[in-house]
């Protein structure tokens, strides 16, 4: 089955650690993004890439960083220096066509205690 | 620019309709709708391209008015499992969306 996967689904971390969030597509899609979600809140963007080796900051870049050494991964690393980390993170890839949309993985739930 | 999405939140009973709308002041490309359960990832519904097309899905259905850079969300009979968040996410290019911050919508029966 094709579809985006996200790993881990419940993720704690201490202050003052790195944590990277997994996400893979076996879409074939090209495109790429990180969202973060605060209870009750829309999507906010973190990243986004469009092509292997390429990727650009969203609207809340800062504290967080991303590769895209394949095609079928794009993982995200909260650092330390991201000042309120704990939220849902939803990962989303995109076909090139127009009418394409995004689709999303089953989110990351990250508690920083 | 985000979004403005409206109402932010309605109570349904079962069978009764609703409609969502969404704003933007900058010209669009396209509107996506999406739905959100509790704790899960939102779902695509529709996607709606400048040209005011009209689609549907079941008796989940959706317009664009491009002059007035608004899509609405229009939900007949609803049921229980139409309840969740509804978001739409606006597109200036085809790279990427900004998302709106969402209409809670719950059918009770």
């Known amino acids: 089955d094709g579809g985006i996967t996200q790993s881990p689904k419940y993720l704690f971390r201490k202050e003052g650690q790195n944590v990277t969030l997994s996400c893979e597509q076996n879409?074939?899609?090209?495109?790429m993004y990180w969202y973060r979600q605060d209870p009750g809140q829309g999507l906010r963007l973190i990243y986004y890439?469009?092509?292997?080796?390429?990727?650009q900051k969203g609207d809340i870049a800062e504290g967080y960083s991303v590769s895209r050494e394949k095609k079928e991964s794009f993982p995200l690393t909260v650092t330390s220096a991201q000042k309120n980390p704990t939220a849902f993170y939803l990962c989303?890839?995109?076909?090139?066509?127009?009418?394409?949309?995004?689709?999303f993985g089953p989110g990351t739930r990250l508690t920083v205690l | 620019q985000q979004p403005v999405q409206s109402p932010q939140a309605v109570i349904l009973r079962e069978g009764e309709d609703a409609v969502i709308n969404c704003s933007s002041s900058?010209?669009?490309?396209?509107v996506h709708w999406y739905r959100q359960k509790h704790g899960e990832a939102p779902v695509f519904l529709m996607i709606?391209?400048?040209?005011?097309e009209q689609k549907g899905h079941e008796k989940i259905s959706a317009s664009f008015n491009e002059k007035k850079q608004q899509s609405s969300l229009y939900l007949t009979a609803s049921q229980l499992s139409y309840s969740g968040t509804y978001f739409c996410?606006?597109?200036?290019?085809?790279?990427?969306?900004?998302f709106g911050s969402g209409t809670q919508l719950t059918v009770l029966p």
């Open positions: 879409l074939n899609h090209d495109a």
């Open positions: 996410g606006t597109a200036r290019s085809a790279r990427q969306l900004t």
């Open positions: 709606l391209l400048k040209g005011g």
């Open positions: 900058k010209a669009l490309y396209s």
């Open positions: 989303a890839s995109k076909g090139t066509a127009s009418t394409d949309t995004q689709y």
């Open positions: 890439s469009q092509i292997v080796n390429d990727f």
